[in-house]
């Protein structure tokens, strides 16, 4: 939650902390402002807010594809904000991320994509394959392992690009409308694997404008509005 003017919690126990963040554009120079956010490890928490207020834009912070304009970020007891350009490979194994564009690799198959984290992180096929395959028949794609991600349709990509993040058990989860364009049934099966994750220790930070989901999650509600952070 929130925690403008609370003490700051041992380093140990905090997966990521902004203080103070604030992030702009020339033409958009408030996107977010003094922005205070604690996610101790273990944490699960909703982000909701209109279209616009900024909660994408979070996320990229956090996954550092984004710096902010102002304030400081620390991941895993360290100070991101001013990491150089080498050392961000290294935060960036420790987080599992879900935007919105998917970003997978077309020339790859359901089952590739899936499987890459796990490849780059020095992984043998044979030693992941039955974890890939479990994935992918928990998020309905196990007929479509060998399916290229041209041939998929939104829902699909989505739940592509969820297994793809869960499979190396990350120690934080970002998810930007991870269930936008599934139906409800996929939606809570989703949302019990996000839990599941969570039971087991992983840090999980999802923006969602399904607040009637965020409510059945047992997740800490958060909520932007007007470049600010707030409970919900």
Known sequence: MPEPRRAAPAASSVTARLDGVGFGYAEAPGVLRDVNLTLPRGSFHFLTGPSGAGKSTLLKLLTLAERPSQGR????????TTAPRRALPAFRRRIGA??????????LSVFDNAALPLRLAGGRPANHAADVEEMLRWVGLDRRMDARPTALSG???????????VLNRPELIVADEPTGSVDRAMAERLLRLF???????VTLLIASHDEALAARSGATV????????EAA
Do not use: P, S, Y
């Open 155 to 165: 829902g699909e990509k989505q739940r592509l690009a969820i297994a793809r993040a």
């Open 73 to 80: 970020i620390t991941l895993f007891g360290q100070d991101a």
């Open 195 to 201: 839990q599941a994750l969570n039971r087991q220790g």
């Open 98 to 107: 879900v935007f919105q564009d998917f970003r997978l690799l077309d020339h």
């Open 222 to 229: 958060l909520r932007l509005a007007g470049g600010r952070l």
